[in-house]
């Protein structure tokens, strides 16, 4: 059974002129279909004003479908009953590492999820323990988060989420804030986690290197989906991803505009250890560092 | 320059002070506001004294740190110590035009002095001792009985809290706009009152803006971690009274009942 299952979820937003009248309605979801299996790693790709921000707050239920149907773990989202359930279930980390950090010290802005679903205060600490070692912050646990860097502050955050034990977790953009080196900390702790504790990762981005590492790709455009499958097929369609206004990673792209000269290169390549390889393959450079060749 | 302002300033240290539970403090301090009102003559203010000087030693709090806290009111004493010097009508001492300083005004100039200063002095014992956080769960929770006729005060103590953690964050950003507007030819530092208060308008401005961008991203950060009040909330670090907190609390009563009796014999 999939973990998330949308079924022509629509979303509209109705714009108001002063006096509360409807002026104009922006459909951010348009009828999306979505299957999302536990444990998997899944990227939603898109360019701003794509939806996929407007998707990620549907799946912890801070928004609800205007159309179509949600499962979250098997409950249907429209449901009251199972709203705490589901934002339990679902952990969210968004894109301000500031805005989402609440209390002035990493150990307690951690507690704060367990605090709020009445976890018995020993649980919490194990739990608050347990979640900043999983992201490696464990020795900034009695510092301020102020005078932490954006990539540790969104780590404090993910820890936060893990210390509720949700089955998955959806990251809103984490990373559009960060600099290069705290883009890869904050991936490299997510994928640590779904590897390690086969938490069901659903990454929202518009870096297209992020997504390489995921299982299944989905690319949104005004409001629907409009590409799904692995990130090799997703990246074998260069032109196509170009049209959504897309930046392809320069590997891909290099590869792409090789083979279009008239190379023998397969589509859809995602690494420059990959590119290299497929290079030396080809001019037979046996025995050299398929890495030199590329630099060299 | 904006840097400078220390609000909830915490002093780390190990001292008895700051492992006191909070809600003796805030009761201590309350008792020592009142028996500051209270106190008459010149035995009250030795065993006034005598109570202030034995928590900030214990506190282990470098005393020049609390004087510093006195440069902030140095106004509002000079403006009170006068007007109880000029105003406080008796037989007069000096008398220079038609300002005359009498006895009575000297002395009640003296005590209105030292009360305010040591109302200072005392209170910021209790935030240099205290955490910011812990300040705020003493205050929801000795403030508990309170929620049954209607105040909010699990809400009231999270919205401190959580205005503690954002003094920064909004400092910081309040420096940022400025320098962008300096940068833009603002001019802050020039001209009149009106003039100089109409230049902060493109300042607070955008602070306001983005202030309201942030509490709407908290909110619903609050939202997605099950955020949802204070009913069926657990602590992290639930208050718990200790031996020695028993022992303050005897202490606090037996100062207060000591202040009370001065004022009664004298």
């Avoid at chain 1, 010290?105 to 951690?110: G, I, L, N, Q, S």
């Avoid at chain 2, 607070?204 to 950060?221: Q, T």
Wanted: proline content about 4%; glycine content about 10%; charged content about 25%.
């Amino acid at each position: 059974m999939n973990f998330i299952e949308a079924r022509k979820l629509v979303h509209e937003y109705f714009r108001r002129d002063e006096e509360g009248n409807v002026e104009g309605i922006t459909t951010a979801l348009d009828q999306v279909d979505l299957g999302i299996k536990p444990g998997e790693f899944v990227a939603v790709l898109g360019h701003n004003g794509s939806g996929k921000s407007t998707l990620a707050k549907h799946l912890n239920v801070l928004l609800r479908a205007s159309g179509g149907t949600l499962w979250v773990d098997g409950k249907d989202t429209l449901d009251e009953n199972y709203l705490w359930d589901i934002r339990q279930n679902t952990g969210m980390v968004f894109q301000n590492p500031d805005n989402q950090i609440i209390a002035g010290v990493v150990e307690e802005d951690v507690a704060f999820g367990p605090e709020n679903i009445g976890i018995p205060t020993d649980e919490i600490w194990e739990r608050v323990e347990r979640s900043l070692k999983s992201v490696g912050m464990l020795q900034y646990r009695g510092h301020s988060p102020n005078k932490l860097s954006g990539g540790q502050k969104q780590r404090v955050a993910i820890a936060g989420v893990m210390a509720m034990e949700p089955k998955c977790i959806v990251l809103d953009e984490p990373t559009a804030m960060l600099d290069p080196s705290g883009r890869k900390e904050v991936l490299d702790a997510v994928e640590a986690l779904n590897r390690e504790k086969g938490v069901t990762v659903i990454l929202i981005t518009h870096y297209m290197e992020e997504v390489t590492g995921a299982d299944k790709v989905y690319v949104m455009d005004h409001g629907r989906v409009v590409m799904q499958g692995t990130p090799r097929q997703i990246f074998s369609r260069v032109e196509e991803l170009k049209s959504y206004r897309l930046d392809v990673p320069q590997v891909t792209l290099l590869a792409h505009g090789l083979k279009k000269a008239g190379l023998d290169i397969p589509a859809g390549i995602l690494t420059r250890q990959e590119l290299s390889e497929v290079l030396c393959r080809l001019y037979g450079e046996e025995g050299k560092n398929p890495e030199d060749t590329l630099t060299g | 320059m904006i840097r400078d302002i220390t609000i909830g300033q915490y002093y780390p240290s190990n001292s008895i002070i700051h492992r006191l539970d909070p809600r003796v403090k805030l009761m201590g301090t309350l008792t020592y506001v009142l028996s500051l009102f209270l106190f008459r003559g010149l035995a009250g203010f030795a065993a006034v004294t005598a109570g202030l000087a034995a928590v900030v030693k214990l506190s282990k709090v470098p005393f020049r740190y609390m004087v510093k806290g006195l440069k902030a009111i140095a106004a509002i004493l000079a403006i009170t110590v006068m007007f109880n010097l000029f105003l406080t009508p008796g037989e007069p001492l000096v008398s220079v035009w038609k300002l005359k300083i009498t006895e009575e005004g000297l002395k009640s100039a003296g005590f209105m002095a030292v009360r305010l200063s040591y109302l200072i002095l005392g209170s910021s014992v209790l935030t240099l001792a205290t955490t910011p956080n812990q300040l705020t769960d003493g205050m929801e929770k000795s403030l508990r009985p309170f929620r049954r006729i209607g105040v909010p005060v699990h809400e009231v103590s999270m919205i401190m809290s959580i205005a503690l953690r954002f003094i920064p964050i909004l400092i910081e950003e309040t420096d940022k706009i400025m320098k962008a507007q300096l940068a833009r030819g603002a001019d802050f530092e020039s001209g009149n009152l009106i003039k100089r208060a109409k230049a902060m308008v493109p300042l607070l401005v955008p602070l306001f803006i983005s202030a309201f961008r942030r509490a709407n991203d908290l909110a619903m950060a609050m939202e997605a971690r099950c955020y949802n009040g204070g009913e069926g909330r657990t602590k992290m670090k639930p208050l718990k009274y200790k031996g020695r907190d028993g022992v303050a609390y005897l202490l606090i009563a037996g100062y207060f009942a000591g202040i009370i009796m001065l004022r009664v014999w004298m």
